[in-house]
DNA sequence: AATATATTTAGATAATTAACTAATTGTATT
DNA sequence: AATACAATTAGTTAATTATCTAAATATATT
């Protein structure tokens, strides 16, 4: 979970994923949307691919990148962990806990 | 919305987050589950907290940090534009291109 | 086999960042 | 006002990272 995190940490691979998310692509394509070398591109995709936030598929000359819609739903669930914060502590801590120091 | 992405990319946020989770703590408290100087900390929470993900609040000598749920919320938000992905293409594309290599 | 195209690897550099120690600020207590 | 405690700021360092150019690999076409 941490390589998620890491991935979608940058504004590039961002843009690279809402790019995949309505078709797959290859890192050529990829590369016209921008204003880095290819070899960036390369850079980025891999720590999306290690990330698993994307899948490669190799056709010919060309590989074609897609997004894996698996680790998306797990990413979610991390944030599903933060639904229901502290409901009774707003009521002890706040009126219980001001003359502790 | 990328300095929510960028606060989440290290695992020392993510889990202050989590130690946020079940009650408001002070930079101090937070300090003693960690092995980092409280300067580090510091850091920590003002990157949490530039990003809005925690919220501040002096009482006296301490300062209260918790959680703030509506950037999380957001945060879910951004991953859900990737609920539905590309479904024409995927008969579309890999249906037709799959013998060209 | 020679050439063109697509992508990656190698290696270097500049910017960012997480960590530290030392010093400072701000609040409370005696 | 002097002391203690809580937290931050200042300034440094080492590690990470995004980027580049040049070279290498791999596939397709002529």
Known sequence: MNDVFKALSDPTRREIL????DEDLCPGEIWE???ISKPSITHH???LAQ??????????QNIFYSINTTVFQ???QWF?????????????D???????E
């Open 74 to 76: 797990e990413a979610v």
């Open 33 to 35: 949307h921008f204003h």
């Open 51 to 60: 990330a698993k936030l994307v899948l490669r598929e190799k056709r010919g």
């Open 80 to 92: 599903f962990e933060f639904k229901n914060v502290k409901i009774e502590n707003d009521l002890n």
């Open 45 to 47: 995709l891999n720590l």
């Open 18 to 21: 809402r790019l995949l998310k």
């Open 94 to 100: 706040k009126g219980g806990e001001k003359d502790h």
